[in-house]
Nanobody
């Protein structure tokens, strides 16, 4: 059974930084697509960044140049380094994993950026 556990959310002032981390269970982590999504109040969930098994990355236009996604296959973890945070980055951030075509989600971690 796939389990994803996020950590690292919190409250930060605009311009600050946060680092989110997600620990995944299972032995096939290195072969799976990992990503971070976010959902702001009253809005749809949206992709923030993803990283393939080979390390290719993809970012939403709104976070390019500010956020960096990375993975450590030895530790079954994926991280999202968020710099130059803006109030519009405020949302619940979810870790996402695709395993054999199925989508799995973490419970989410709140990120709040104050102006």
């Amino acid at each position: 059974q796939v389990q994803l556990a996020e950590s690292g959310g919190g409250l930060v002032q605009a311009g600050g930084s946060l680092r989110l981390s997600c620990a995944a269970s299972g032995s096939i982590f290195s072969f799976t697509l990992m990503g971070w999504y976010r959902q702001a109040l009253g809005k749809q969930r949206e992709l923030v960044a993803s990283i393939s098994s080979g390390g290719s990355t993809n970012y939403a236009d709104s976070v390019k140049g500010r956020f960096t996604i990375s993975r450590d296959n030895a530790k079954n973890t994926v991280a999202l380094q968020m710099n130059s945070l803006k109030p519009e980055d405020t949302a619940i951030y979810y870790c996402h994993q695709v395993v054999f075509g199925r989508n799995y989600w973490g419970q989410g971690t709140q990120v709040t950026v104050s102006s």
